[in-house]
């Protein structure tokens, strides 16, 4: 999705604009600019395509100077071109853009009246022209503050002027934004990955909220124009988790991580002496607890999915699992005696941010499950249960989904504990096998080879299915998610018993079809489905655990055998050969796997 970069200082600001759009690449774009200040006069240089294709343009046209603003595009308003890349420019000042202004259309009618001319197809451009128009008429923060008011919409902005040449003001409302201080010169990022180059020392703005950055001093200001104080934050330095080392994929890697993920993750909340949840700080009363709506989007809802069917079998709360964009625009009834859950690997999630703000305004208790801890849904969030599975880069979530999964489930047990919903016996057991997981997640990985050979059927197909029951079927949607955004076929995923009552008319001779029938309750009514699908010419991989019990069924094309384990930690076993069924389709495709066409890593805007 969008990103920003900007930089005052006293330094030349394009090769270090640069730089940081490369930090950015990872969140998918389509095109790419820079702006910068240069002898009074505002230059931009900007293109669709790579930052490598604008690092090129760059070299053509020397546009260096000490402030810039610089920018990647995920298209919304616009196709992706030349013309609509960020930044765009008039005489007077340069804009870069996250967000949709949904009021352009209104705005740009009226401007075109005044007489300005648009170049572009982007709602961004009314921007340009209406910080023109204030411009003539009010001195700077004035004319920003009457330009702020008249958009609608969501926005993270940079902007430079011609005739405040030191200065950067960015503006917040809906989409994240993050201000970075450094020796001299001073930053503007629309997250802390895009400026950690150069700085750890962040502050961020909140919604309404703009600044003005000079290279020796950075000021907030409210809605209201009235100056506020920000705490300055300290980020960590993990500038080596960000390497790909070895690996061709950022994605092969994070699969891979997977076992150590699990292991820190486990030792970030269990007691190894007294082999206890150690969930600190818990703000609230678990009897004050009798419902939970999980809320997230994509693979994080995934997850929610999952972690519904662990609560509903461990506790007597009653659970129900939304997705955010649906969740924020319903007529929701919400309760205090709720326990709202929002997953998100980014925490910059448009819609689940505003589901989450939809319940904060309302006084509801608000829990946030996510990797990036200073993101913006675990800063607005009463209480953060971190997954500490490190960054993420590739756009498919793998091992931030394992994660999820993990702090779902031991969120789960430390509830149904406290409730008095399991044993002590029963807790202490779950809690050991939830320590060994970590070697038989490490043992599935080495079904690696096999997986590779099967992704040919895979890969070639026209379409295909994933089906389970129980906590297995949302890992079949999962399956069929990781397979269409990376390897562009169409997949779907579907509760194995829901066959009959449509789907099935779509089976064909030869279809690939990815069961998922672990040995648990569901077992014989899923295999049933399976020989359902072989009879009408399927070609069957059977994802299953070990056991004692044969698979006692004919036909199958594969089957695969994840670890044996505690049943409820089957839906994280079972994630992994999908995971790499995904990667080695789109890896015999040629596909660019980190970066799928049309996604975003990050998707702020709703
Ligand atoms: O950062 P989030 O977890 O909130 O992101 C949610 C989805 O956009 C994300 O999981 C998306 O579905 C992934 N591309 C799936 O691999």
């Known amino acids: ?241 960000y390497d790909k080392g070895d690996y061709k994929h950022f994605m092969a890697k994070e699969i891979d991580e997977q076992p150590n993920v699990i292991k820190n993750c486990v030792n970030e909340y269990v007691d190894k002496i007294n082999n206890e949840i150690n969930i600190f700080n818990f703000p609230w009363n678990e009897k004050d607890i009798k419902n939970i709506i999980l809320i997230g989007c994509g693979t994080a809802y995934h997850s929610c999915l999952v972690a519904k069917y662990w609560f509903e079998e461990l506790t007597d709360l009653e659970v129900s699992v939304d997705i955010a964009s649906e969740f924020r625009y319903r007529k929701n009834r919400l309760k205090k005696e709720t326990l709202y859950i929002f997953l998100s690997q980014s925490g910059e999630t448009a819609d689940t941010y505003a589901a989450l703000d939809l319940c904060k305004k309302n006084g509801m208790k608000t829990c946030a499950i996510v990797n990036v801890i200073e993101s913006s849904i675990a800063r607005d969030s009463d209480f953060v249960l971190p997954i500490y599975c490190g960054p993420e880069i590739g756009v498919a979530s793998t091992k931030a989904f394992l994660a999820q999964l993990l702090v779902l489930y031991i969120l789960t047990l430390k509830l149904s504990f406290l409730k008095k919903n399991i044993d002590e016996q029963t807790y202490k057991q779950k809690i050991k096998d939830l320590k060994n997981l970590h070697s038989q997640v490490e043992k599935t990985l080495l079904l690696e080879n096999k997986i590779n050979s099967i992704a040919n059927i895979f890969s070639d197909a026209k379409g295909c299915m994933f089906l389970g029951r129980g906590s297995s079927f949302p890992i079949a949607l999962e399956g069929a998610l990781k397979l269409k955004e990376l390897s562009y076929v169409h997949a779907e995923g579907y509760p194995a018993g829901e066959m009959k009552h449509g789907p099935l008319a779509l089976i064909e001779d030869g279809m690939p079809v990815v069961v998922l029938a672990p040995k648990d309750s569901y077992y014989k009514k899923t295999i049933s489905n399976m020989q359902e699908v072989i009879a009408r010419g399927a070609k069957v991989l059977l994802v299953t655990n070990k056991s004692e019990d044969d698979v006692f069924s004919e036909n199958i094309w594969e089957t695969i055998e994840v670890e ?6 089957i839906p994280i076993l079972l994630t992994i050969p999908l995971q790499k069924l995904a990667y080695y389709s789109a890896l015999k495709k040629g596909f660019d796997i980190d970066k799928p066409r049309n996604l975003a890593k990050s998707v702020t805007v709703e």
Not at 90 to 114: P, T
Not at 183 to 190: C, H, I, K, T, V
Not at 564 to 569: A, C, F, G, T
């Open 1 to 241: 999705m969008c990103g920003i970069v900007g930089i005052t200082g006293k330094k030349q600001v394009t090769s270090e604009i640069l730089n940081s759009l490369k930090r950015l690449e990872y969140r998918g774009y389509d095109s790419a600019g820079i702006a910068t200040l240069n002898n009074d006069q505002i230059n931009e240089v900007k293109c669709e395509g790579r930052v490598d294709v604008l690092e090129k343009n760059l070299l053509k046209l020397d546009i260096n100077g000490n402030v810039g603003i610089g920018h990647v595009r995920w298209a919304t308003h616009g196709a992706p071109s030349d013309i609509n890349a960020h930044p765009h420019s008039s005489k007077e000042v340069s804009v870069v853009h996250n967000g949709i202004i949904e009021n352009s259309m209104l705005l740009k009618k009226d401007l075109l009246k005044k007489g300005y001319n648009f170049k572009s197809q982007t709602d961004t451009e009314v921007i340009v022209h209406l910080m023109s128009e204030y411009l003539k008429r009010y001195k700077i923060k004035n004319a920003v503050m009457k330009m702020l008011n008249s958009l609608q919409g969501s926005y993270a902005l940079g902007m430079i002027f011609k005739d405040h040449p030191n200065i950067i003001i960015g503006a917040r409302r809906g989409s994240p934004l993050a201000v970075g201080y450094g020796p001299g010169e001073n930053y503007l990022g629309s997250d802390s990955y895009a400026l950690k180059s150069m700085t750890n020392k962040i502050s961020y703005l909140n919604d309404g909220e703009f600044c003005i950055i000079n290279n020796d001093q950075v000021e907030f200001f409210d809605e209201q124009g009235a100056k506020i104080n920000k705490k300055i934050l300290t980020l960590s330095s993990d500038e080596k988790k």
């Open 564 to 569: 044996l384990s505690n049943s409820d930690l």
